[in-house]
């Protein structure tokens, strides 16, 4: 149990596009959805958090117009990168967590952006 | 702030012992996790600490010390398989989760 995907796993797209980057619970409703931004041999670091039906919280430094998050439903959350630049070329990868379990979080496969 | 160290990376034989040590500084604390990562791939759950202690759990092994801000994870019967990125990551306000750079580990026939 507790599977979670993404879409799509990569993505190639001109500077200038937006891309859109699913992450689905696929067994489980989640009430929380995180999204994290790992650079080559970096850290994965908490870009922004996202409960079910409300506004995303973004941590400092994360521009949220840039990047959008939407949370309709309990089982999918979305995360578009507008106007993308070289710069935001990095892996993307999502969790979720359920209302009964506080601590933990159930990671998607990722998905690895290269903007050209 | 927080602040979370442990060595980038770690070079051991299959068959042996390795243990990877983090330390970390943090505004908060609830508990402290393990996650194993391959590359390209997302990390994957290996322990959760709360308490105080070890934790053992077939080949791998984890320790708190809340005290000391200092955490290990022991790897046993080391596997090729075991290759791999193992990162530190503490849990702490209500859902915030805060990852180490990980330790590159890398096992050798």
């Known amino acids: 149990g507790a599977v979670v995907s993404q879409h799509p796993s990569r993505v190639i797209c001109k500077s200038g596009t937006s891309v859109k980057i699913e992450c689905r619970s696929l067994?489980?409703?989640?009430?929380?959805m995180f999204w994290y931004r790992q650079f080559p041999k970096q850290s994965l670091m908490l870009m922004a958090t996202s409960n079910e039906g409300s506004k995303a919280t973004y941590e400092q430094g994360v521009e949220k117009d840039k990047f959008l998050i939407n949370h309709a439903s309990l089982t999918l959350s979305t995360l578009t990168v507008t106007s993308a630049h070289p710069e935001d070329s990095s892996f993307y990868i999502c969790?979720?967590?359920?209302?009964?379990?506080?601590?933990?979080?159930?990671f998607g496969p990722g998905t690895r952006l290269t903007v050209t | 702030g927080q602040n979370i160290d442990q060595p980038t990376e770690m070079t051991a034989t299959e068959g042996a012992i390795v243990q990877i040590n983090c330390t970390y500084q943090?505004?908060?604390?609830?508990?402290l996790f393990w996650y194993q990562q391959h590359a390209g791939e997302a990390p994957t759950f290996l322990s959760y600490n709360v308490l105080d202690g070890l934790e053992e759990k077939g080949r791998f092994s984890s320790f708190l010390s809340r005290s000391k801000g200092y955490s290990y994870l022991l790897l046993k019967e080391l596997q090729m398989k075991d290759s791999a990125s193992y990162l530190c990551?503490?849990?702490?306000?209500?859902?915030?989760?805060?990852f180490g750079k990980g330790t590159m580990l890398l096992v050798s026939p």
């Open positions: 067994d489980f409703q989640a009430t929380t």
């Open positions: 943090t505004s908060g604390f609830n508990g």
């Open positions: 990551a503490v849990f702490s306000g209500y859902s915030t989760l805060t």
């Open positions: 969790s979720a967590r359920t209302s009964s379990d506080f601590y933990e979080q159930y």
